[in-house]
DNA sequence: TATGAATGAGGTTTCATTCAT
DNA sequence: GATGAATGAAACCTCATTCAT
């Protein structure tokens, strides 16, 4: 049996740890500010082992949001769960099931670096649209439109209630991985709690009266 | 008292126009993608004459930043309005109040550059904290608790409720500028419709029957 | 009247001077193993400058192949000469020309770089071939005929005899520039006496008893 | 006696099959622009296989040039033949043998590439010109001299009668290898064709009327 | 011995910034 | 003040060479 040599193994394991690399980097300081050279140390190797792998730093980019995404990509596919209870506990337990899981996670940071590139990228940022934000959208919206029809939510806007309910989440990302690092901006609740306490605003509305 | 000749005019112009040129061009293409030629090009002047106004494109962009950014902190600060009728109607004139005249225009877009180019400027992002973010929560967050005060709202938790106010709106802007360009990702509906759903469905919630 | 600045002055002179120290580089050291920095360092300006007037090196190269070629063009369509007297004479002068003009300075050493580099520079090559290769066969080879025609010389085929007045000119200066340096191969006739001596013998033959 | 085993046998061809790889290439990309790997891709070994051979790219080369100058310093001098008849005879005979065996060949391609490279490599240009140019200038100058004294030939000079038999050989070969694939630049007559008239032109001469 | 993963010097090119005019 | 030619630091990328396996 053909033993992997350690050497074998390093070069395996190289291209994730390229990745991984990269993604922090372009996190911390966005992809130009980034120098290849940085990525390679990070990753414990030179400069040019780098471009063993990845053709180019683009080509590094498009590698590491891909790689990220199809995580994110399946998870989503995956979580359009067959649920039999209310469609408000099930968005719930999404909401909590994408932050646990893509939010708070590399691939939560992709989008993030995603929203920043996206001009730089247009190939990329079409990928991106098709494979993620149009499916996660759709998702929910059928899921809106499943307890709008059995009569669990009201006649709400399909189009506008998905924002609603996406977009506190993926802001409270950005928000923290932009000034998360300053003490004001700091939320002083959990993420979880914040979400449970917008999910069930969300159900319930503001008003003390129903009018 | 001396008539300001043309010459003058233009000059005194001048560091408006280049940071206008600035701002678009941050946006178009991003901080680091921006050479200050261009900058200087799309404001009608030579290279070295930025250079008179602003010392390097660092200064540049911060000034660019706070120029744009002391319309919305003045703007916030505004609204912090003596308002008499119910602060649900408050509210939702002050969502529509700034996506007309912050989150749709240039101040908006500033809020976009600023999350990119946090990390890169951590003094302005402080800034940016310090003036504009908790500024703006606080001022929210106050008239939630004086509609919890007043019995006009439930008892809902400030913090979060603040977040579920403002981040829609803000993420709407970012989706813009991010994947405006891409077809399946256009919003059908208009964003001060999309406002009204919102304000709407975060009033009255999603439940058809209030338990 | 607007007087050029020695600013100006200097401008204008750059691309020539730029494309003097290319040729230079280029014959000395060949196109790989020149490094920009060089041409620019010989024309006595930084490395940047030359990106300022040659976008790469590989317009640098073709526009200082232009430029050097566009003299050559010009010097054969101008020898397309009105002479009366013996096409033999003719010959004998154009080829004398050809040497003192072309053979002797830039245009000749550009042959060389040409042929070294046409693998590399396909169009230019192209360009080459058609505005000076064949023009030149042209012209000499329309002499011949008229020789022929005239019954000045022998029936001989155009073709190959159009080879045997080019090359061994050609091959003089190739020579001289790639062992010219070399004691032992240094050409103790002048080239003019080389000319003149290829000239009469290509007239009279070889053999002493005519058959 | 030991049988070589099948890989002892691929060993021992191995010098010879990367030295022809390196021919192939340096002819077709210039010595700058080949990559080692390239060289040893083409000979079938690993780009580190190569450097148990050659220690460096540029020692590759000089044996490479070595390798195949000496065929040709052996047939020079192998055709310093002992010929009875005409000298003219005999010069023809060698030029359609030099053809045939070196300058239709790999031999005949390494002149073009000491040519190119003759500046880069000043010890093997002088190897070159030591033991082909001089030798073969001699071995064809001692012919014309001899056919001088006999009276088969007029006075010519020596050294110009040289370089008219030579130049246009070679200047054929280099004109194939670097605008042979520009069809306007192909000879329409076959090599073998212009050799004999070039021959017959040389030795009877252009005129019509010998003076 | 042969391999090919890894290295890093060195090349090309960009662009923020300076400064003579 | 305004200009834009010039600069050179710094980034990207290549590839000859080394060396662990």
New interface residues.
Partial sequence: MATATPRQRRKDARPQELLDAALELFV???F??TRSEEVAARAGVAKGTLYRYYPSKDELFKAMVRENLSEHIVASAAQAAQHEGPI?ELLGLMMQAWWAKIGHGKAGVVCKI???????F?EL??F???EV??PTQNLVGDLIAR?VRS????A??I???V??L???M???M??EH??G??Q??H???SPE??LD??MS????????T??
């Fill in positions: 911390e300081k966005g130009a500010a408000a995603m929203m920043v590139e996206a001009r730089h247009p940022a079409r991106y649209v098709d934000i149009t307890g009569g669990e939510f009201r709400v806007p189009e506008a209630t924002h609603l996406i977009a506190p993926l802001h409270m950005l928000h932009s000034f690092s300053h004001a901006c939320h002083t609740m709690e914040l306490a917008q605003l969300l159900l319930h509305g503001l008003l003390a129903p009018d």
